[in-house]
């Protein structure tokens, strides 16, 4: 029976639709009582000592801003600015009934934060909360108002219904064909007949298995919803044995515990996989095994093969990934030796072999692996699910966002399931960064109330129950393709990815040998026009390489930031459109074909694409990166011959975006990506132990022989949403 406490409002929160505790705001404080593990037990009334105290929403800053909320005249404008800087903007309008009475309702969305909490107002009232994340939701609401929240989505027919639960079994330990043993844990729903047998949803992370957000707690509503669930620390991580090697070992140990899985007694054969990053590769590293047993995979901002995606991107070593490297140097993630003030001085330490012990002040073994492989050698091929495509062959959901840092990961994903033509493979691209789902604007660049989805674990929840329990939901059905347009801040749909209404079209690099700079002679056009064109040049001084702008200590490395300073230095290559006269679309990956020569025997060649409104601003869309070395084939290298026109093909990052009217488009070329990937010292010496610098002369060359430029992929219909 639910207490009454004198003088406080009360909520009851769910997470991913299922209702977990009660919340008592009093004027001394929270109380709670949670839901515990078995099918219909409560705690006893307590308080809550901290602000969060397990639960996703900063209950403590709620209730300091309920007073300002509920003051708030919520008819009075469609914008509202808080005291603490918070910006609500009407959303959209929700009805129910309320004792037999139809009530309409507003959502306000939060805009300029990183994890809004969004609001419903009822009759100038706050009824409920609302926080979306990558794979999971929190709803805090008023008893009596939840079908005015996305919980009314949760009482479909055709979706698992939350009646069991839990039982924890503890920790298993599983050995791998090679004798080495993971750390496993194990949760079956309680309530069940005796001798059933479940589908599995499968996590496995080197985040710690049992942490909070990384693989244990935030995953058990699928075993109150008919599932078991299983949680593993990968090889060489918190209390699995073995040597932590990124990504070595995945294919051979998921296949081996997808088959330990199979074997239990409570197993009905069926996997399914979740997670996101590293928690996306093991996913399709198992599935690289063409294991049987895995039938459908959950996969967000998956990170990708060595040489596509991290650490070794176009042939580059990334620096930056350092932040993830100094995070997981040791067996237990350490967030806080990410954050630091001094990378300026951490990413010029030579040779890179050294950066651990001179930045932690000891060795980090993967870092040694890493760097004693400098070509994509067997070593790097233990990593590469994208060789056994051929295997690959399990219901997949693919999320991702033009931001996302490990979006090249996604994309092979995709392409390899299309060029095996799987079925049952959809997609969805956000406006989004590796944090995929969690704010409405990235470094100031502003996109719809839309940007945030309500809808993700109701969707992965549909996925399991119809691949996993059979489940006739139809999520197979419909568009095979969801994506938001940038400027038009709408979402689209499409049947494939790029979308079938798209039409590659070259945008050539011209000038007249003076295209250093945004103020130089560089334009880009859709129309040849080689007559009287010179080839461009700069100096490449790996000392002094362009910046490619990230906070190293935010660990997102491919945020849409303005690059007009950058395009002011002489060591970059700018070509633009003139303003455009109608609004262009374009929806699909980018491509570059330069045409360039160095007086290096290696370099670096980065190609971006940017939008430049009206103000000048240029904001980063999409680009690539190549060392010139592994232009023919990253498993043979092969240096230049100084002043040698060579053809570079770079396949760039994937955008879909609305130039404005007025706008231009524009692409720049440099070889410098500092911050991102550590410049080529441009000797062709190992990378790992090279000291040595040299400037290189770098030409760019648009002629009639040597036609540089860009292939984009503009919709020449416009898509409905």
């Known amino acids: 029976m639910e207490p009454i406490i004198p003088n406080s409002e009360t909520y009851k929160l769910y997470e991913s639709g299922i209702h977990l505790a009660d919340l008592y705001d009093t004027d001394k404080g929270w109380l709670q009582r949670r839901r515990t593990l078995e099918k219909d037990g409560w705690t006893e009334l307590t308080e809550i000592s901290s602000e969060n105290q397990g639960y996703s929403l900063p209950l403590q800053s709620i209730a300091e801003r309920l007073g300002e909320w509920n003051t708030t005249d919520w008819d009075a404008a469609d914008d509202v600015v808080t005291s603490w800087g918070g910006h609500y903007q009407r959303y959209f309008q929700v009805s129910a009934h309320i004792e037999g009475e139809k009530k309409t309702a507003w959502v306000w969305a939060l805009r300029d934060e990183k994890l809004p909490i969004d609001l419903i107002v009822l009759d100038q009232q706050i009824i409920a909360f609302l926080l979306s994340g990558r794979g999971e939701s929190t709803v805090l609401v008023k008893p009596g108002f939840e079908e005015f929240t996305p919980l009314s989505e949760w009482n479909h027919s055709l979706l698992s219904k939350a009646e069991y639960g839990v039982t924890r079994l503890g920790r298993h330990d599983v050995t791998m064909r090679d004798g080495i043993k993971l750390a496993t844990e194990v949760w079956l729903p309680r309530g069940m007949p005796e001798g ?19 693989g244990g707690s935030q995953w058990l509503r699928f075993v109150r919803r008919g599932y078991a669930l299983v949680s593993q620390d990968t090889r060489g991580r918190e209390d699995s044995e073995g040597e932590w090697l990124p990504c070595a070992n995945e294919i051979e140990d998921g296949d081996d515990t997808l088959n330990w899985i199979a074997a239990q007694s409570w197993s009905d ?16 590293a198992a599935a690289a095994s063409g294991n049987p047993h895995l039938q459908a995979l959950v996969s967000y901002v998956t990170a990708g093969t060595p040489f596509v995606d991290l650490p070794r991107k176009g042939g580059t070593i990334l620096s930056g990934t350092l932040a993830w490297a100094f995070a997981m140097a040791d067996r237990k993630k350490d967030f806080e030796a990410a954050v630091r003030d001094d990378w300026d001085e951490v990413l010029a330490i030579r040779p890179l072999i050294d950066i651990p012990t001179k930045a932690l002040g000891k060795e980090v073994q993967f870092w040694n692996e890493w760097m004693s492989h400098s070509d994509n050698d ?15 062959n399990v219901p997949a959901l693919l999320i991702s966002g033009w931001y996302d840092d490990n979006g090249a990961g996604t994309t092979e994903a995709w392409e390899m399931c299309e060029k095996h033509e799987r079925e049952n493979v959809k997609l969805i691209l956000g406006p989004w960064y590796h944090q995929a789902n969690t704010t409405r604007s990235i470094h100031n660049v ?8 309500y809808d993700l674990d109701i969707l992965q929840q549909r996925w399991f129950d119809r691949f996993l329990k059979g489940m006739d939901n139809a999520v197979e059905q419909g568009p095979r393709v969801q994506y938001y347009m940038v400027g038009e801040n709408e979402w689209k749909t499409s049947e494939n990815w790029p979308p079938q209404e798209v039409v590659y079209t070259p945008y050539y690099l011209l000038s007249g040998g003076q295209a250093q700079t945004s103020r130089g002679d560089g334009v880009l056009s859709a129309q040849e026009g080689f007559a009287n064109q010179k080839p461009d040049s700069y100096q490449f001084d790996p000392q002094d390489a362009a910046p490619f702008l ?14 007009y300073e950058v395009e002011l230095r002489e060591d970059v290559l700018v070509y633009s459109t003139p303003p455009l006269e109608e609004e262009l679309v374009i929806a699909g990956d980018i491509y570059a074909v330069l045409y360039a020569s160095s007086s290096a025997r290696d370099t670096d060649w980065l190609v971006r694409l940017t939008d430049v409104d009206e103000e000048g601003n240029s904001i ?9 070395r592994y232009r023919h084939s990253t498993h043979q290298p092969e240096l230049l011959e100084p002043g040698k026109i060579e053809c570079y093909e770079i396949k760039m990052s994937k955008i879909a975006n609305t130039f404005k009217k007025g706008h231009r488009l524009r692409v720049s070329v440099t070889s410098g990506a500092k911050n991102l990937a550590f410049p080529n010292h441009n000797t062709g010496n190992d990378p790992a132990t090279d000291t040595a610098f040299i400037v290189a002369t770098q030409q760019v060359f648009h002629d009639a022989e040597y036609p540089s430029h860009v292939k984009l992929p503009v919709l020449q219909t416009r898509q409905n949403g």
């Open 446 to 453: 502003q996109f719809g109330n839309n940007a945030i989805r």
């Open 378 to 392: 067997d070593f790097w091929a233990r990593a590469d699910w994208s060789l056994y495509g051929d295997k690959v």
């Open 550 to 563: 990230i906070d190293m200590s935010e660990n997102e490395c491919s945020v849409p930031e303005n690059y």
């Open 620 to 628: 980063r869309l999409a680009d690539g990166l190549i060392r010139a």
């Open 196 to 214: 059933s047998r479940v589908p599995t949803i499968l996590v496995r992370t080197p985040y710690g298995r049992v942490t909070e957000h990384f």
């Open 269 to 284: 054969g069926k996997v399914g996989m979740i997670g996101g990053s590293y928690g996306g590769f093991v996913q399709w």
